[in-house]
């Protein structure tokens, strides 16, 4: 943004108000430090153990974006512990959206003291835009999935039936997406929904309320990418919704980085050009030993390189792989360096669950995707929208269990790794560079969208 144009605006104080899920705090967190950047004022706004490895993630941050506490009411069925996903087993997440829920009386307190002009918040608090709205706040629901993940939910009225719908409902391609699409979910996806889902106010009665409540939808996304679904979204809500870019992070260049990254470069750098597969699914999904069997059983059968970053050294299967594919494969059971590993030139395909914030990760270094959906939130829709774009494909599963084989998982890394049928996925996940790793065109949408919360705020607000 052109530095006259930053001195001209006026400078606002933006609320921030993530869901509690590491894969929203960081493009929540992302964004705050963008906005503090161009000189407003941010208050994040989340639990105290949340903010505190918050801050020892971006140690920096605290000279530009203000932590407020809120401390997490007891639920019961919560664990005392428990203040995010991270960890939580998924049939105690509803416990931890009503916890979530009995914020909105602390948060009420601080958004009436306050100077706050706009509130940005998550999907979950369906409670917070008539509150904004009564104290002269403005609010921006910002989505940190993606323009086609939120089309396929639909319009606020349409997200309200689903509530009353049979799941199965999900498993179809909705009406009202007008160009050729095969996202969806399957069956095993829908199946767990009730699991992580509050029965008092589901998820789509929350994406409901706070689409119909909020003034603007921002979302992780860009026209290059997602101009179809984004242009539909604005006839689904009949208000503007705001591409605020990938949010690609750049990989630090610092020497030798820490000791972890010292031994996997060293590892990397002994193998050729394009050749390894990197696997790895996020912080919150969890396999079955069955599923670890048969997933480690299809990597050795692969016969390729891989580096397969695991949470815990607890499964049995993990000894013998270790023995068999020494030299060819490293099982890192600790904190990997993920956009680093994914950088180096020896690596071809990421396995992946298919989280965004992954995805967007990989395909900004160019690699392949092989999709194995952690059937968890809007996973399964991605894996289905990147098998469309031909950057990546899916692991075959059985539609009503979601089991798979130690074959199937095989003959997806080798089609996408070095089979010549795979020779359009790697070209077209290696040109997604020039989309999902162009930091410079992305963060000009997020410039875009500080202007647009400068030139569209209630500068004075009533504290009634």
């Given at each position: 943004m052109d530095e006259m144009m930053k001195k001209q605006q006026p400078k606002l104080h933006i609320a921030m108000f993530p869901w509690l899920a590491f894969g929203h705090f960081m493009p929540f967190l992302y964004l705050s430090t963008h906005l503090a950047q161009l000189g407003h004022r941010i208050s994040f706004i989340s639990t105290p153990k949340n903010l505190l490895r918050l801050s020892q993630i971006a140690p920096d941050l605290s000279s530009l974006v203000t932590m407020v506490p809120l401390p997490l009411p007891s639920v019961q069925g919560l664990p005392d512990s428990a203040e995010s996903t991270s960890g939580l087993p998924l049939h105690q997440v509803p416990?931890?959206?009503?916890?979530?829920?009995?914020?909105?009386?602390?948060?009420?307190?601080?958004?009436?003291?306050?100077?706050?002009?706009?509130?940005?918040h998550d999907f979950a608090p369906y409670w917070l835009p008539p509150i904004a709205t009564r104290l002269g706040i403005d609010s921006v629901f910002f989505s940190t999935f993606s323009a086609i993940a939120l089309a396929f939910m639909g319009s606020p009225e349409e997200l309200l039936r689903r509530c009353r719908q049979p799941l199965e409902n999900l498993t179809v391609v909705p009406h009202w997406i007008p160009f050729p699409s095969n996202v969806a979910?399957?069956?095993?996806?829908?199946m767990s929904m009730p699991q992580w889902m509050d029965s008092d106010a589901s998820d789509f009665f929350r994406l409901a309320k706070v689409i119909e409540g909020c003034r603007?939808?921002?979302?992780?996304?860009?026209?290059?990418?997602?101009?179809?679904?984004?242009?539909?979204?604005?006839?689904?809500y009949q208000k503007p919704v705001l591409p605020v870019g990938l949010m690609?992070?750049?990989?630090?260049?610092?020497?030798?980085?820490?000791?972890?990254?010292?031994?996997?470069?060293?590892w990397l750098d002994e193998k050729t050009p394009n050749s390894v597969f990197y696997v790895a699914f996020g912080t919150e999904v969890t396999l079955s030993q069955d599923q670890m069997n048969e997933l480690a059983s299809g990597m050795e059968k692969s016969g390729l390189p891989f580096i397969w970053v695991i949470k815990t050294k607890d499964y049995p299967i993990i000894t013998g792989l270790q023995t068999r594919v020494s030299g060819r494969g490293l099982v890192w059971t600790d904190w990997a360096p993920q956009k680093r590993i994914l950088a180096h030139p020896s690596i071809g395909g990421f396995l992946t669950h298919c989280g965004w914030s992954s995805v967007i990760e990989g395909l900004g270094m160019g690699r392949a995707l092989i999709l194995f959906s952690g059937a968890c939130s809007e996973q399964g829709l991605m894996a289905r929208f990147l098998q469309d774009k031909q950057v990546g494909l899916e692991v075959s599963r059985d539609d009503r269990d979601g089991s798979f084989t130690s074959d199937s998982v095989s003959e997806s890394i080798r089609r996408v790794m070095v089979k010549e049928e795979g020779d359009k996925i790697r070209k077209n996940?290696?040109?997604?560079?020039?989309?999902?790793?162009?930091?410079?065109?992305?963060?000009?949408?997020?410039?875009?969208?500080?202007?647009?919360l400068e030139n569209n705020s209630v500068i004075t607000k009533s504290t009634n």
């Open positions: 416990f931890l959206k009503r916890a979530y829920d009995q914020l909105q009386f602390p948060l009420t307190d601080f958004l009436h003291n306050s100077d706050i002009n706009w509130i940005i979910y399957r069956l095993f996806e829908v603007f939808v921002a979302t992780r996304s860009c026209t290059e990418l997602e101009a179809d679904s984004l242009s539909l979204l604005q006839k689904l690609p992070s750049e990989v630090i260049n610092d020497g030798d980085g820490d000791e972890s990254w010292h031994s996997l470069r060293k996940a290696w040109a997604m560079r020039n989309i999902f790793g162009n930091v410079k065109l992305q963060t000009k949408y997020l410039d875009e969208f500080a202007l647009i």
